[in-house]
């Protein structure tokens, strides 16, 4: 499976974006989805998974803005985030982990995306 993340761009705070995720050349719906980000300087965090049919599992730094959802006929997962913060700001890494239960350690994923940047401004 190869992971095509887009989506990203510049927006104010308080305002919303929505990254998308393609995946190709697999059986996606195997694959607990999630999204990580990474900003300057820091290590790369867990922002929220999706099983196939489950609801998200959310960081709690974007829980109650950030939606995590998938269309296993499409091939897609999505990141709805509303209520953008500057610290927000990162490049935003979708993932895939061949496992049926939720993890955020970015160490349980095995196929990463390239990567779509966020930039929330004050």
């Known amino acids: 499976v190869q992971l095509q993340a887009s989506g990203g761009g510049l927006v104010q705070a308080g305002g919303s974006l929505r990254l998308a995720c393609a995946a190709s050349?697999?059986?996606?719906?195997?694959?607990?989805m999630g999204w990580f980000r990474q900003a300057p300087g820091k290590e790369r965090e867990f922002v929220a998974a999706?099983?196939?049919?489950?609801?998200?599992y959310y960081a709690n730094s974007v829980k109650d803005r950030f939606t995590i959802s998938r269309d296993n006929a499409k091939n897609t997962v999505s990141l709805q985030m509303n209520s953008l913060k500057p610290e927000d700001t990162a490049v935003y890494y979708c993932?895939?982990?061949?496992?049926?239960?939720?993890?955020?350690?970015?160490?349980?994923?095995?196929?990463w995306g390239q990567g779509t940047l966020v930039t929330v401004s004050s």
């Open positions: 999706i099983r196939w049919s489950s609801g998200g």
């Open positions: 993932a895939a982990a061949f496992t049926a239960k939720y993890t955020d350690d970015r160490s349980d994923y095995d196929l």
């Open positions: 050349g697999g059986t996606f719906s195997r694959y607990l």
